[in-house]
């Protein structure tokens, strides 16, 4: 029998295909958000966050981007702890695109209902993120499944990640004791979260990469990829 025919296991590709989605989602959604509101508009300019972009013509965007990551977060499994994180990690996903942010609205003023929405998202939006980190720092840094540890530069690259988006989260509050003038000028809480978006997405993409390699069978060894040591023969 020709082992190097063989496929990976159906589940290797269907967890491969979630972490794939949740990371592609990630990278692109900055992306998207900002160019299409300034092809939309015509203008060249930003908005103070992410989520503000609600508010925008890029609403239906941000929305379906958000559930998107929710469902793929939510359908995840791989082991105990992942699936329980990812469940709730795909619940705060969905509660940030259903609960606009307060900042960022047009109209005015604000009703009690939009005060209440906001402090849903913020919480919501905090939640995700410090789980999107546990993923990269804990989770990712595992052995897999058959046991083996992954790469030193693989941990590194995890655990990197996980630390941009703990300080772009560190950061982003912080910026909220400069002066309004300063905060809308520079807009650091955008800047802050493309980063951790950033770093999420690159995090979940290189993950599904090692996984589908660590589970191709070559000439009776399972090969590994970057994110793994070579096993040896059963």
Same mark, same amino acid.
């Given at each position: 029998?020709?082992l190097?025919?063989?496929?990976?296991?159906q589940?290797?590709?269907t967890v491969?295909?979630?972490?794939l989605?949740?990371?592609?989602?990630?990278l692109?959604?900055?992306?998207?958000?900002?160019?299409?509101?300034i092809a939309?508009t015509?203008?060249?300019?930003l908005?103070?966050?992410l989520?503000?972009?609600y508010?925008?013509?890029?609403r239906d965007?941000?929305?379906?981007?958000?559930?998107?990551?929710g469902?793929?977060?939510i359908?995840?499994?791989?082991?105990?702890?992942?699936?329980?994180?990812?469940?709730?990690?795909?619940?705060l996903?969905?509660?940030v695109a259903l609960?606009?942010?307060?900042?960022?609205? !047009? $109209? =005015?003023?604000?009703g009690?209902?939009?005060?209440?929405?906001g402090?849903v998202?913020? *919480? #919501?939006? @905090?939640?995700l993120?410090a789980?999107?980190a546990?993923?990269?720092?804990?989770?990712f840094?595992?052995?897999d499944t058959?046991?083996?540890?992954p790469? !030193? $530069? =693989?941990v590194?690259?995890?655990?990197?990640c996980?630390?941009?988006?703990?300080?772009? *989260? #560190?950061? @982003?509050?912080?910026?909220?004791?400069?002066p309004?003038?300063?905060?809308?000028t520079?807009?650091p809480?955008l800047?802050c979260e493309?980063?951790a978006?950033?770093a999420?997405?690159?995090?979940?993409?290189?993950?599904?990469?090692a996984?589908?390699?660590?589970a191709?069978?070559v000439?009776?060894?399972?090969?590994?990829?970057?994110?793994a040591?070579?096993?040896?023969?059963?």
């Amino acid at each position: 029998m020709n082992l190097d025919t063989r496929k990976p296991p159906q589940d290797a590709v269907t967890v491969r295909h979630l972490r794939l989605g949740i990371g592609s989602v990630g990278l692109a959604l900055p992306v998207v958000l900002v160019v299409g509101h300034i092809a939309t508009t015509r203008r060249l300019t930003l908005l103070d966050s992410l989520s503000a972009y609600y508010h925008s013509e890029m609403r239906d965007v941000f929305v379906g981007a958000m559930c998107a990551v929710g469902v793929f977060l939510i359908s995840y499994r791989y082991r105990r702890p992942d699936d329980l994180l990812g469940t709730v990690a795909g619940v705060l996903a969905v509660a940030v695109a259903l609960f606009p942010t307060a900042t960022g609205v !047009r $109209s =005015a003023p604000l009703g009690e209902s939009d005060r209440i929405a906001g402090v849903v998202h913020q *919480v #919501a939006a @905090a939640g995700l993120f410090a789980l999107l980190a546990v993923f990269c720092l804990f989770l990712f840094v595992r052995p897999d499944t058959a046991g083996v540890p992954p790469r !030193r $530069s =693989a941990v590194v690259f995890y655990r990197t990640c996980g630390g941009l988006i703990l300080l772009a *989260v #560190a950061l @982003a509050l912080a910026s909220t004791r400069l002066p309004d003038p300063t905060r809308h000028t520079v807009k650091p809480v955008l800047w802050c979260e493309i980063l951790a978006v950033f770093a999420f997405g690159a995090a979940w993409v290189a993950k599904s990469d090692a996984l589908l390699r660590a589970a191709e069978p070559v000439d009776g060894l399972a090969v590994t990829g970057p994110d793994a040591r070579p096993r040896t023969p059963a």
